[in-house]
């Protein structure tokens, strides 16, 4: 959620076009919107993935249409790398677990990769991330005596590099960051005696730490010091949990009435975090609140996975969910303070991103269903 050398226009942007589109939209962190030269790509359940044309929100191609195998979506990251979108899908045809390359300007898969899973313990994959030319992913089995494992892939070369265990057990992994050789783990799926938190150094191929947390959905999010993940306490405060990345030690807590669902966003300076219709701006270094910010009236902040906040050098850009009316507001991230707001008339609208100065922002009715509509905004209206 941080867009690095990315900036945000400082008045109020205008409209450029929007459209309606017939695709779903999963809007879980990780699965996009992602952006090529000239195509908006959108994940989903239904079309695995779909192009968007951005001079005007026409469909180009929809994956559903262009595969020549039929596929079920995992619930997995996307990227951009080596040329193609990268994905991890399950083919109903052969029952492989794939990693597949699909071309960005055709829709058509270039290559896909069945990762060699472990058929007597009807093992399974259950987590996906990509980082740079290589892809991760986490697996559980459906049996006593399986081990869950992590396979790391090279894309560039459509091969298993290698595989090792995560957990003598069903772990479950659901989601992933990966970071300077290293691999965090969270799930809220791990039985009762095993922890649902994992560190796993990628340099000696084994487990660094762990930890037992009730983090419900919790996605973990590092920087250079720190892992974070929202605290869904049983008894006491919901809190922000600042994980040392080196041995996985508490080195704060910034307590709150509610941990948001999925998790916080940093950049080099602040954690950012939404709280009760309050958005705080933390000092990563204790946890400290540096600023914070309350809506004066209008949709309430929320901290799901598709509004949390985007930061850019120069300001935070935020959604909002669910109402029955959606806007999108740009703070300053130095001093916390409103400096636009733009609403659109749905009960959603997604955190947007920035690309070629131009903010690109989904809106729908209701959440992770369809129709949405897509918005292209800009300094000055094109139309």
């Not at 929809?62 to 193609?84: I, L, M």
């Not at 649902?196 to 000696?204: G, I, K, P, Q, T």
């Amino acid at each position: 959620m941080y867009q690095q050398g990315a900036t945000v226009t400082t008045s109020e942007p205008s409209l450029a076009w929007k459209r309606d589109l017939d695709v779903d939209y999963y809007s879980r962190i990780g699965r996009g919107p992602l952006l090529s030269e000239d195509s908006l790509f959108i994940s989903n359940n239904r079309d695995i993935l779909a192009a968007i044309s951005r001079t005007d929100g026409a469909v180009r191609w929809r994956f559903s249409k262009t595969a020549v195998d039929p596929y079920t979506a995992h619930r997995a990251s996307v990227a951009r790398t080596n040329g193609v979108v990268v994905t991890l899908v399950l083919n109903k045809r052969t029952r492989d677990s794939e990693v597949i390359g699909i071309d960005p300007e055709t829709g058509r898969k270039r290559w896909d990769l069945p990762i060699p899973l472990d058929e007597s313990d009807d093992e399974h994959a259950t987590a996906f991330k990509v980082d740079g030319d290589r892809a991760y992913v986490g697996t559980t089995t459906r049996t006593d005596d399986g081990v869950s494992k992590l396979y790391v892939v090279d894309v560039a070369n459509h091969r298993v590099e290698w595989q090792a265990s995560l957990a003598a057990g069903n772990l479950y992994p659901e989601d992933m960051a990966i970071d300077d050789r290293m691999v965090f783990l969270t799930t809220d799926e791990a039985p009762a005696d095993m922890a649902n938190v994992v560190a796993f150094d990628l340099e000696s191929r084994k487990r660094r730490w762990d930890a037992t947390l009730p983090i419900g959905e919790g996605i973990p999010v590092v920087d250079t010091d720190h892992v974070y993940l929202p605290v869904k306490a049983a008894d006491g405060p919901d809190s922000i949990t600042a994980l040392s990345r080196t041995d996985g030690t508490v080195a704060w807590r910034f307590e709150q009435r509610d941990a948001p669902r999925t998790g916080v966003t940093v950049d080099d300076e602040h954690v950012y975090v939404v709280d009760d219709n309050r958005l705080y701006a933390l000092d990563p270094t204790d946890g400290t609140p540096t600023w914070s910010f309350q809506p004066d009236g209008g949709p309430r902040l929320a901290g799901s996975s598709d509004t949390l906040p985007v930061v850019t050098e120069n300001l935070l850009v935020t959604g909002s969910w669910p109402g029955d009316e959606a806007r999108i507001r740009a703070i300053d991230k130095a001093s916390g303070e409103l400096v636009w707001s733009y609403d659109v008339p749905h009960g959603t609208v997604t955190s947007p991103f920035v690309a070629d100065e131009t903010l690109w922002a989904i809106g729908n009715d209701r959440s992770d269903e369809g129709p949405i509509t897509l918005y292209a905004l800009a300094d000055q209206a094109t139309e």
